[in-house]
């Protein structure tokens, strides 16, 4: 059964960094694109970053890029979003997935 757990959120300062983790098991997780999303109070999911199975493309949406970074170890089955210049309107719950499987989301909250 394929499980995802990410790791890593908490409560930071505007500016700050933080860098979550997604650690997968019981699937084969090389050969899957991943991606971050994140879900802010009383808004719809959206897309946050992706990459491929390689780690050789990666893809960030125009709201994060050049702050957040997503990267993966696959000897790990780990995806990695490194998250800098933190801004209170990136606090939301992130979730990384793959094909049609979801962790339960890490909880990101940036004060101001």
């Known amino acids: 059964q394929v499980q995802l757990v990410e790791s890593g959120g908490g409560l930071v300062q505007a500016g700050g960094s933080l860098r979550l983790s997604c650690a997968a098991s019981g699937g084969t997780f090389s050969m899957y694109d991943m991606r971050w999303y994140r879900q802010a109070p009383g808004k719809e999911r959206e897309f946050v970053a992706g990459?491929?199975?390689?780690?050789?493309?990666?893809n960030h949406a125009d709201s994060v890029k050049g702050r957040f970074t997503i990267s993966r170890d696959n000897a790990k089955n780990t995806v990695y979003l490194q998250l800098n210049s933190l801004k209170p309107e990136d606090t939301a719950i992130y979730y990384c997935s793959y094909a049609s499987h979801w962790g339960q989301g890490t909880q990101v909250t940036v004060s101001s």
């Open positions: 990459i491929n199975w390689s780690g050789s493309r990666t």
